[in-house]
């Protein structure tokens, strides 16, 4: 005897025209569509790649990081180079800037017997004008220093410069040399100590002991560069008294 269950099912699908493997599975109340099983060993294989692309892009992370921190370093090497190259520059600079004060002092008849009218400390900026005015020897020597720091400020980045008779060289008599230092603002940040206040060692004023001149020192925060100018006797100052003010001096030629 036919189950009318199963002869219903027959008959729709009969009708409907589906193959014969579909149709069973429909009559007993299967998936329409047949797969085969997916075996234990493929989940472990997804589950291995899922891990292996997760370490490549860590991987990648950390190669992207190295990299940064070399184009950083290099960043800041080129900076440092900039900087140091300014310096140079600067410190060109102040030693052009020196010996054009020695070809002053040169062009001073008795620029040698007038040499504490060259003296200048920092921040100082001698008056008077020798353009139109008659100067005396030692005037003169005064405008000559008024003329060089303005120089000196336009030249360099807060430039100022002092302009001092060694302390060793105290009689008149024995003064041979000047010693001049020239100072500069550096273009860069201001070193610190653990503490934060500024680091001695950067901005440790510049004195050398051997020359009795420890009574000057480079200001802080600035650069300075020390050079000892000597000039010579270009003329002959004559022994007898003065004349208005001003020695005689003889220059032979």
């Known amino acids: 005897m036919l189950n009318p269950k199963k002869s219903f099912f027959q008959s729709r699908v009969a009708k409907i025209g589906l193959p014969p493997l579909l149709s069973m599975n429909i009559h007993h109340g299967l998936q329409i569509c047949d797969a085969a099983p997916v075996p234990r060993t493929t989940m472990k294989t997804i589950r291995a790649a899922n891990i292996q692309s997760g370490i490549s892009l860590i991987e990648s992370l950390v190669a992207i990081v190295v990299m940064s921190l070399g184009i950083l370093g290099i960043l800041g090497l080129q900076l440092r180079n900039l900087a140091d190259t300014q310096t140079s520059l600067n410190r060109a600079q102040a030693i052009r800037l020196i010996e054009d004060l020695s070809e002053k002092i040169q062009a001073n008849p008795n620029g040698l017997g007038s040499l504490s009218a060259y003296e200048s400390t920092w921040n100082d900026t001698p008056t008077g004008t020798c353009a139109t005015d008659g100067c005396t020897l030692s005037e003169m020597g005064a405008y000559d220093v008024k003329q060089w ?100 001096v003889y220059c032979p030629g």
């Open 149 to 248: 720091k303005e120089a000196v400020k336009a030249t360099l980045p807060k430039g100022d410069a002092a302009i001092f008779i060694s302390a060793v060289d105290s009689a008149a008599e024995n003064r041979r040399q000047l010693g001049v230092m020239v100072a500069w603002k550096a273009n860069e940040k201001e070193h610190k100590a653990a503490d934060g206040s500024n680091d001695e060692k950067y901005t440790e004023p510049f004195a050398p002991a051997n020359t009795g001149s420890a009574r000057i020192s480079c200001p802080d925060g600035l650069i300075c560069h020390l050079q000892y100018i000597q000039p010579n006797q270009r003329c002959t100052p004559f022994p007898m008294g003065s004349l208005n003010g001003n020695v005689p």
